[in-house]
């Protein structure tokens, strides 16, 4: 037996201490079944979410001719839009654009269905829309009727911005824009509104709370009851490391996992999305908001856990009502941003940093939920209310990066909070 | 109240390290207790260098009193230190230290290099460093050969020497193993009594607890005795024994007749006293268990009786603890 000489320095000590508790945790981890449950039971909730998301990608959705310009009344062969175009009488079938010009074939009626989509993405309030069928521009229409809003410009939609609640108003005159293209609207939206909902409920509360709830509470717990403990605290280590570097373990599988989960979704979505090209990376924002967002959610969680389990035998007992909470917080968050009560919950601020990312990814959101409530003044879109339920402004009243920063440091507090509650529990419990 | 029997007997064979200049395990006036369970009352006691047997019945403290030492426990009242140091506050002195837990429980998933290494780079050792320092506490107690052989296929003996290995592998000062020949075959007994012995001689403090007398008697002769949480003996165990010598002691015969047998007995100066449990039992009394235990074997040939056994019941922790205790054997 000889004597090690040249004892480690404190870091390089504490840094191996940590290496091997973290690496110890993971292959015990590894080696129980409930960790592959617990897993395999979030890919497949997953799984079957985007089952429902991959159904409305490739639904079609139903075009509806919100001003009815592609029937034909009168049955003279030509749609309503066109008579109106050429100004003959649409219901009088001895009257059409074929006794004035016999070169002027009816058109295909579904040619006139929308036809007058929105085109404005323009974020600025003001003066949007344009009236593509030539339905408002009508020369027989008096100017009042072509400048319904009353802002002076004939044929155009009035876009106002308030400032308090950031929503858009719209005041269009009649007529323009007023039949979109109901399927685009849709696929676009409802995109958008799963991408937010799988992100915030799917994973940043469902998994983000279950997989600690599972694997966070029994690590230091497990081991006290069954006297494995002893090996452990019988080395040269503080009970405040043990807990640390076992959550570094944890942490280890469940970032992990999270990053591959959210990785195959945004490769999912981001192939099955409506765009232009051949991949949506204009929702890569989102995503990474939502990555972050969970890493710190099961940071949070897994600290809070693992300390309700030093504190209690029966820990999950405390960690299921709190779940609960957690599960009211993020409704609130859906609909109330901004609420103070969020400040007392975890999820709030994770919310606070989803929405963020979505306000710089995808700053068009809250123009193009009006857009779909209003649908051409016809009423709401498909996909409109999906969009609205799910996607808020972030709630401190900050740039969107500066909410990023605020809420990412409020949830390192959170965690730094349960890891020292959690080691002071632990550093004062007598181990049998 | 407690017998001072310590400097009796012949002096402990081992070498001590160097008088240092705290002691290595100190107890001062300490209590645990849960609730109104007494574990341990008031232990005052200081030990350093050598082999220790810490004997007590099944609920005497030992672990208990191990626990402290560990800092998995918080005396009630009193000090604990540990190479000086208070270790329920601190843990730097486990640095120096090797604790067999009584517990069963293991990573049953591990194999024994990777109990032994994973355990030992608490220690701070490099990968590397851990594992070489693991294969040679492996082959230190005998498990070379199985070093890569998962815990949970293991038979009670080889998960005890793994333990013994995992706590050995810091080459520690001090060595508590708490209970480490229970349920163990003969054969894991024998290697793990070596293995203490070879530690004591190595110059280590060795605490080792056990509920048999016989046991702690073929590791070492330095004992402390514990019972019901009192310490009621520490010393050389010979010396004790002389004493236990002094004191009516029982001796229990079984032969066809136990009357005849007593007749015959009975003329030794050194019995005071005969009962008959039942016709075949014959039960003897004794001041001089020394001189009549050598005797009776030619008593009884000499007398052609036919005895198919004796036995000493006294000759037992029980009867040693309730001497020490006060009563008599």
Known sequence: MSRRDGLPSLWSGMDRKAMAVAEFTVRQQRKRLSTWVVLLVGIAAMGVLTMFYIDAMTMDYEAIDNDMDSYDWDLDGYPNGQERLYGTDIFDKNSHPGLIDSSIVPDDPSLWINEDDFDWEALEAGSVGFDDNGDCDDESRTDSQKDQNGNGIPCDIMLVQNTYSKRYMVFADGNVDEDPDDEAYALEAIHRAFVLAIGKLGIVFLIGIFVPLFMATGLIRQEMTSGTMHFMLAKPIARGEVFLYRMFGFLAIAWTYLTVLIALLAIITGLAGPSDGFFRFSDLGVWMSVWLASLLAVMVYGMLFCMLGVMWKHGMVIAIPFAAWELGMILTTLGAPDASILRFSVVGWAMNIVDAGAALAWSDTPLLIQMGVWGGGNGPLEGAEALQFFASTPGLNLSALGTVVVSVLVMIFQAAACWLLGSALFKSKEIE | ?329
């Open chain 2, 1 to 329: 109240m407690i017998p001072d029997v310590t400097q009796q007997g012949p002096p402990p064979s081992q070498e001590t390290i160097p008088a240092p200049t705290v002691p290595v395990v100190y107890f001062h006036g300490v209590s645990k207790s849960y609730g109104r369970i007494h574990a341990l009352s008031n232990i005052t006691l200081g030990l350093s260098g050598g082999v220790t047997g810490i004997l007590g019945m099944n609920g005497a403290g030992k672990s208990t009193l191990f626990k402290l030492l560990m800092g998995k426990l918080r005396p009630s009242s009193g000090e604990v230190k540990l190479f000086g140091t208070n270790p329920w506050k601190n843990p730097s002195p486990y640095a120096k230290v090797g604790f067999v837990p009584e517990h069963e429980k293991m990573h049953d998933w591990m194999t024994a290099l990777d109990f032994v290494s994973t355990f030992a780079r608490l220690h701070g050792m490099t990968r590397k460093e851990a594992e070489t320092e693991a294969l040679r506490v492996l082959d230190f107690v005998g498990l070379a050969d199985v070093a890569n052989k998962e815990i949970g296929r293991f038979s009670k003996g080889m998960r005890q020497r793994t333990k013994i290995a995992h706590a050995l592998v810091n080459d520690p000062e001090l060595i508590i193993l708490d209970e480490p020949l229970q349920g163990c075959d003969p054969l894991a007994r024998t290697t793990i009594m070596n293995v203490i012995r070879e530690l004591g001689k190595m110059g280590r403090t060795v605490l080792v607890s056990s509920h048999i007398l016989n046991e702690i008697e073929r590791i070492t002769e330095q004992i402390v005795i514990l019972h019901h949480g009192k310490l009621v003996a520490l010393g050389n165990l010979h010396a004790i024994r002389e004493r236990l010598d002094q004191i009516p002691h029982t001796i229990r015969l079984v032969g066809e007749d136990a009357r005849a047998l007593a007749k015959d007995i009975l003329q030794h100066p050194a019995v005071f006293g005969l009962s008959f449990p039942n016709d075949t039992e014959l039960l003897i009394q004794t001041y001089h268990f020394g001189q009549l235990h050598a005797e009776l074997p030619g008593l009884i040939v000499n007398n052609g009786h036919k005895v198919s056994l004796i036995d000493n019941p006294d000759d037992d922790l029980e009867s040693l603890l309730n001497y020490l205790a006060g009563g008599s054997a």
